[in-house]
């Protein structure tokens, strides 16, 4: 049972430059979550997914889309990277409200 | 829609001393509450979380939290530190506006222990 991971755990980037975030989760969970660290912001949701062939915008969705491409799965796409999104990305899912959330590794992304 | 606001982004305690740290929260109904933890490079783990059952509740390493809903405060404490309970403390909140399925976290509160 490897719970949410992502890949990768690194990523460099050039302005401009494109990429996609991955993360699955093994636990069977309906909602699934991108957020982003940035130090003394705490975590902001920037795109979830209720269940399988949803997707909401969270807090800070500009600049990112997001693909459920079935339960087990949510990916996070920066399509022309910025400086600004340089950031600790975190993948997270659980079943309901009560419910406890699974976060993955993260992904430490810099654009330069 | 709900928020969180987290007292004190740096508490620093001595090994062996109270640890206590604040969060209140705003919600017009019974909230679920949630602590987590994030060590150094590491995604985040629950320490306990509140769903409406005994408002105190007891959590992983000797944590435990109180909800107090005269208050909304859902202030985190543990009776002595330990050196490996130097972390990053998050409070996090439900939000189900919209009927959708959300946590909202605090700030964090970066706790140091020094011998």
């Known amino acids: 049972n490897a719970g949410v991971t992502q890949t990768p755990k690194f990523q460099v980037l050039k302005t401009g430059q494109s990429m996609t975030l991955q993360c699955a989760q093994d636990?069977?969970?309906?909602?699934m979550y991108w957020y982003r660290q940035d130090p003394g912001m705490g975590l902001r949701l920037i795109y979830y997914?209720?269940?399988?062939?949803?997707?909401d915008k969270g807090e800070v969705p500009n600049g990112y889309n997001v693909s459920r491409l079935n339960k087990r799965e949510f990916s996070l796409r920066l399509e022309s990277a910025a400086p600004s999104q340089t950031s600790v990305y975190f993948c997270?899912?659980?079943?309901?409200?009560?419910?406890?959330?699974?976060f993955g590794p993260g992904t430490r992304l810099t654009v330069l | 829609a709900q928020s969180v606001t987290q007292l004190g982004s740096h508490v620093s305690v001595s090994e062996g001393a109270l640890v206590l740290l604040r969060c209140n929260y705003s919600s017009s109904v019974p909230p679920y509450l949630f602590w987590y933890v994030q060590y150094p490079n590491q995604g985040l783990q629950l320490l306990l979380k509140?769903?409406?059952?005994?408002?105190l509740v007891k959590g992983i390493n000797g944590f435990e939290a109180e909800f107090k809903k005269s208050e909304t405060s859902f202030h985190l404490t543990k009776p002595s530190a330990h050196m490996s309970d130097a972390a990053e403390y998050f409070c996090?909140?439900?939000?189900?506006?919209?009927?959708?399925?959300?946590?909202?976290f605090g700030a964090g509160t970066r706790l140091a222990v020094h011998p």
């Open positions: 997270a899912s659980r079943q309901g409200a009560s419910d406890t959330q699974y």
């Open positions: 996090a909140v439900s939000d189900l506006t919209g009927g959708y399925n959300k946590l909202i």
């Open positions: 509140y769903t409406s059952a005994a408002t």
């Open positions: 997914s209720a269940s399988e062939g949803t997707t």
């Open positions: 636990m069977n969970h309906n909602s």
